[in-house]
């Protein structure tokens, strides 16, 4: 059997469906608002975990608790839209064994009230002077009723922000500024929650003085999906086509798959400009239109095998369809029920917040510009459900066209797309805890080691099933000395490859140069990316977030080639929930020692190139690497600059200076670097 080359994934993930994220404790909680909860009493907290991991009761138990036993007088929620307040109606926690329940009184939930936000800062106004407890409005209602009270007025007070991403450390972003506000003040809580591992795909979230006062609770995409009951496999794919994506949509999009369809917006080279026609066009690709249910307002279609489909279309901008088809996918009675409706359309709706259990595909045409938004939209596929088994999200993207005149942003857009693949690779495994090898270590209670066990004389690879974690021993490995480094080394390693992945001239050599050395990426392009993330951090610390970074970054690619059997066949069905453990600890075994330099030696884009090559013409292919090649510069001063630093480094270790006649490839490297630096030296052409 071949395989169709839209249907190769570049990332396939299976669990091991034990059940433990959803089960429940004597108080009612799963095993995330357990783990929240246990940090009741932090004043500033930070959630961080994936869609429908039950953030929103995590904060109801916590918000209930400074209410009646930490003396806080009220709690605001704070969420980015008014969709989202339902996340926060009554719920009667007593009943599955908690000590309160959760109400809010009708006319404190801003989010279901009447008029514009401006016109409920009154509402908000009446809720502070009241004895009331809880009030919920929108990101937007609360900026204006911080302007029109001052900070001082929100004293004493809980303050839970959800969708914490849409928050900014820049001075434009005005929920950020009045966020740092609050924290100088510090006379208020702060519960912030995310379900995105990226917190502002460009600005940072909060100040990093800001942020070191927040103790985070980390709950990951693995721990979710491992412990679910009926879910075990997500597949993430970007599958190119030509001409009209309404033409080639059917060879993705199944009709007897549950379907959430993003259509491209109208500003985006997929789109064809017109929106409707473009929803026309998929629903008569599907079948025979046979009119809307006068109820729900869903598109009935009959598919050519007889099939009845009830496909909601929330593109159209005709309110009183619009809303008809919004209140139907919305409606409580029918949210267990699977027949309900079967595909979804929309454009800029039912992403972040939106909930549909039974959602199996999630497709999307067009590159998303924010990776924030990706994981959005994936977790819209990632929910539990009976029956469910596989989910999968499908990125439809434009191949490069030669006659085009936009071809720069062509390859842009597929160069996007593949860093959203690595990233969500790394977001989907487990964690890694990266220590270095030395002759007193031994091993870590709860981790397993495999068959031979812990091998004193090796670096070792343990993997703790319950938390989801490896406990990896690598030689030469740099720990973080300060606070900051290792909180950056145990909690934002996907930060820092996020920003790495996203660099454009990484991403391009090291996808399409062949003459590029390795290390030219891992040690000097991510260390100059780390220097400029986080300059407050001295060079030792830098380097020390380097190197766990592209260790957690070159594992996973390497144990997700090894899990995927890069020896199969293209139809080689996935590994068991297993592979990427065991990928990651053959890995580890297959070569002479796991040192800090084998890592850095290794290409992170090799793999995603497989994937490309096989998902894209290799015409495109040819014409994508020859637009890049041409726009390749000499070694400009501030890299000779960084490979001096590495070259002085090499001295150090080695006690002779890099040779340019090394048969080592970055040795050479390391020699020119030094040798330019020393002739731009010369030239006067660094400061000072």
Same mark, same amino acid.
């Given at each position: 059997m071949t395989i169709d080359k839209k249907n190769v994934p570049s990332v396939s993930v299976t669990y091991a469906r034990n059940g433990g994220s959803t089960k429940s404790n004597a108080l009612g909680m799963r095993a995330m608002q357990e783990r929240a909860f246990e940090k009741r009493g932090e004043p500033y907290l930070l959630i961080k975990s994936p869609p429908a991991s039950g953030k929103s009761r995590a904060l109801m138990f916590i918000a209930l608790d400074k209410l009646a036993n930490q003396g806080l007088k009220q709690a605001i929620i704070v969420v980015p839209e008014k969709s989202i307040g339902s996340s926060f109606a009554d719920e009667p926690l007593t009943k599955f064994g908690f000590w309160a329940d959760w109400t809010v009184a009708p006319k404190w939930n801003l989010c279901n009230a009447p008029g514009e936000d401006g016109g409920k800062v009154n509402s908000v106004g009446s809720f502070l002077a009241s004895d009331d407890k809880v009030l919920v409005c929108t990101h937007a209602t609360f900026r204006f009723a911080v302007e029109r009270f001052g900070i001082e007025a929100f004293d004493g007070r809980l303050i839970a922000v959800d969708e914490f991403h849409h928050v900014s450390a820049n001075p434009d972003n005005v929920l950020g500024k009045h966020l740092g506000e609050f924290i100088a003040r510090d006379k208020v809580h702060i519960v912030a929650m995310t379900g995105s591992y990226f917190r502002g795909d460009a600005e940072a979230v909060l100040a990093p003085t800001d942020e070191a006062k927040f103790d985070t609770v980390t709950y990951t995409y693995y721990e979710q999906l491992n412990g679910y009951e009926y879910l075990k496999q997500l597949d993430i794919g970007y599958f190119f086509y030509s001409g009209s994506y309404t033409d080639d949509i059917l060879e993705v999009l199944n009709p007897a798959e549950k379907t959430i369809i993003h259509i491209p917006n109208v500003n985006s080279r997929e789109s064809t400009k017109d929106k409707i026609k473009e929803v026309e066009h998929i629903i008569t690709e599907l079948g025979e239109w046979e009119g809307a249910d006068p109820v729900t307002g869903f598109q009935i279609v009959t598919t050519p095998d007889g099939k009845k489909l009830r496909i909601?279309?929330?593109?159209?901008?005709?309110?009183?369809?619009?809303?008809?088809?919004?209140?139907?996918?919305?409606?409580?009675?029918?949210?267990?029920?699977?027949?309900?409706?079967? *595909?979804?359309?929309?454009? %800029?709706?039912?992403?972040?917040?939106?909930?549909?259990?039974?959602?199996?595909?999630?497709?999307?045409? %067009?590159?998303?510009?924010?990776?924030?938004?990706?994981?959005?939209?994936? %977790?819209?596929?990632?929910?539990?459900?009976?029956?469910?088994?596989?989910?999968?999200?499908?990125?439809?993207?434009?191949?490069?066209?030669?006659?085009?005149?936009?071809?720069?942003?062509?390859?842009?857009?597929?160069?996007?797309?593949?860093?959203?693949?690595?990233?969500?690779?790394?977001?989907?495994?487990?964690?890694?805890?990266?220590?270095?090898?030395?002759?007193?270590? %031994?091993?870590?209670?709860?981790?397993?080691?495999?068959?031979?066990?812990?091998?004193?004389?090796?670096?070792?690879?343990?993997?703790?099933?319950?938390?989801?974690?490896?406990?990896?021993?690598?030689? @030469?490995?740099?720990?973080?000395?300060?606070?900051?480094?290792? #909180?950056?080394?145990?909690?934002?390693?996907?930060?820092? *490859?996020?920003?790495?992945?996203?660099? $454009?001239?990484?991403?391009? #050599? @090291?996808?399409?140069?062949?003459?590029?050395?390795?290390?030219?990426?891992?040690?000097?392009?991510?260390? $100059?990316i780390i220097k400029d993330k986080y300059p407050e951090l001295d060079e030792e610390d830098q380097e020390a977030v380097r190197q766990h970074a592209i260790a957690a970054l070159n594992l996973t690619q390497q144990a997700a080639r090894i899990a995927l059997g890069d020896d199969k066949k293209d139809d080689a069905e996935p590994s068991l929930n297993t592979a990427l453990i065991d990928g990651v600890r053959k890995f580890a075994m297959d070569v002479r020692e796991l040192d800090i330099d084998l890592i850095d030696r290794?290409?992170?884009?090799?793999?995603?190139?497989? *994937?490309?090559?096989?998902?894209?013409?290799?015409?495109?292919?040819?014409?994508?690497?020859?637009?890049?090649?041409?726009?390749?510069?000499?070694?400009?001063?501030?890299?000779?600059?960084?490979?001096?630093?590495?070259?002085?480094?090499?001295?150090?270790?080695?006690?002779?200076?890099?040779?340019?006649?090394?048969?080592?490839?970055?040795?050479?490297?390391?020699?020119?670097?030094?040798?330019?630096?020393?002739?731009f030296k010369k030239e006067g052409r660094y400061d000072g």
């Open positions: 909601a279309d929330l593109v159209d901008d005709d309110p009183s369809k619009r809303d008809r088809v919004s209140a139907a996918l919305k409606d409580p009675t029918q949210k267990n029920n699977r027949d309900h409706v079967d *595909i979804i359309i929309a454009l %800029g709706m039912a992403k972040e917040g939106f909930d549909w259990i039974w959602c199996e595909h999630a497709l999307t045409v %067009g590159y998303r510009a924010s990776l924030t938004e990706i994981v959005q939209i994936i %977790g819209r596929a990632t929910r539990d459900a009976p029956g469910k088994t596989r989910a999968r999200f499908t990125n439809l993207i434009a191949e490069p066209d030669a006659s085009e005149s936009a071809v720069t942003e062509a390859i842009n857009d597929t160069l996007k797309a593949i860093a959203a693949s690595l990233l969500m690779e790394q977001v989907l495994a487990p964690r890694f805890n990266f220590t270095p090898k030395n002759p007193q270590n %031994g091993p870590q209670p709860g981790f397993d080691y495999g068959d031979e066990g812990y091998q004193p004389d090796k670096c070792n690879v343990g993997f703790n099933e319950q938390t989801g974690q490896f406990q990896i021993e690598i030689k @030469g490995l740099t720990e973080p000395k300060s606070k900051e480094a290792a #909180r950056i080394c145990k909690e934002d390693l996907n930060e820092v *490859i996020a920003t790495f992945v996203q660099d $454009k001239p990484s991403i391009e #050599r @090291g996808l399409f140069d062949e003459e590029m050395v390795p290390e030219e990426l891992t040690q000097l392009r991510l260390g $100059k290794i290409n992170p884009f090799q793999e995603a190139y497989a *994937i490309l090559a096989k998902t894209m013409s290799e015409e495109s292919l040819k014409q994508v690497a020859a637009a890049i090649a041409s726009k390749r510069t000499s070694l400009s001063p501030d890299d000779a600059k960084e490979l001096a630093v590495r070259a002085a480094r090499f001295i150090k270790e080695r006690e002779r200076p890099p040779s340019i006649t090394s048969s080592d490839a970055w040795e050479r490297r390391l020699a020119e670097g030094a040798a330019a630096f020393m002739r």
